[in-house]
């Protein structure tokens, strides 16, 4: 198959569409026209620079460096969750880091170890790509869970302060909104898992395919991809929720509802 290539030109072109974009977001009063226009000048910046970056890193290929780039890319991901919150709780970063860690190691354990098996291990050229996709939906499910729990504390207010002074444990108390926020927040990676192939080509295979892979290795792939991106997301879902929900509750089983002030 043809290998497709393009130059920066053919890229520069693509703003041919964004100006459309924000043509309409203009004309709609949608008032997000600086937001695209910001946006994409940081995406072409940080690409660019992202790409001539790992064409150093996949050189020295060294297990220190490739445990510093997942702690930058942890930290940043953990800090643009914070920035996404309604309300500023304190330790949330903490929270966002390990149920981000916890997910990454846990996925990138079990397709490294038992279906990729890079060679050697810390194989930059594996780990950094397959780490990138699977962390930007954790961080998406992370920010959704946590702003649909606090919301969803402030509107059953009172069932859960009922539940609390009939002596039920605060995890029982605050499991309605547990649930509600963590299965929101998946929605559209489920949605996601169910049309994939259907409705939409992924990225990670329409760039493989275009890059001269047979499209049934590019599938195999991808299916691997879709059963990390899902299964981090979960995890992280589901632990940054369960770790809030602790910080929200004192030892005398009541909700610590100052934290949640700035709702």
């Not at 304190?90 to 170890?113: C, D, K, N, W, Y």
Request: hydrophobic residues 55%.
């Amino acid at each position: 198959m043809a290998l497709f290539q393009l130059s920066f030109g053919d890229v520069a072109l693509s703003l041919i569409l964004m100006a459309l974009a924000i043509a309409l977001s203009r004309f709609h009063g949608l008032g997000i026209d600086k937001n695209l226009a910001i946006g994409t000048v940081r995406a072409f910046a940080q690409l660019t620079l992202i790409g001539f970056a790992l064409k150093v890193l996949f050189q020295v290929n060294s297990p220190w460096l490739l445990l510093i780039v997942l702690i930058v890319m942890l930290s940043v991901a953990s800090y643009e969750s914070v920035r996404r919150q309604q309300v500023r709780l304190p330790r949330f970063f903490l929270i966002t880091f390990g149920s981000l860690s916890l997910a990454l190691v846990v996925s990138l354990g079990v397709v490294a170890e038992l279906i990729v098996r890079p060679d050697p291990w810390y194989n930059l050229v594996v780990i950094i790509p397959l780490s990138g996709i699977v962390l930007g939906n954790g961080l998406n499910i992370v920010s959704l869970s946590a702003n649909r729990f606090i919301s969803e504390v402030q509107l059953r207010r009172d069932e859960v302060e009922v539940a609390l002074s009939l002596a039920a444990p605060p995890r029982k108390a605050l499991h309605p909104v547990f649930k509600s926020a963590v299965s929101g927040a998946l929605i559209p990676s489920i949605n996601a898992l169910m049309t994939v192939g259907l409705v939409q080509l992924p990225g990670v295979m329409t760039g493989q395919i275009l890059a001269g892979l047979p499209p049934v290795e590019a599938v195999k792939f991808q299916i691997v991809i879709m059963m990390m991106w899902v299964t981090t997301g979960v995890i992280s879902g589901v632990m940054a929720t369960l770790l809030l929900m602790a910080r929200l509750v004192n030892r005398r089983w009541q909700v610590r509802w100052e934290l949640l002030q700035g709702c």
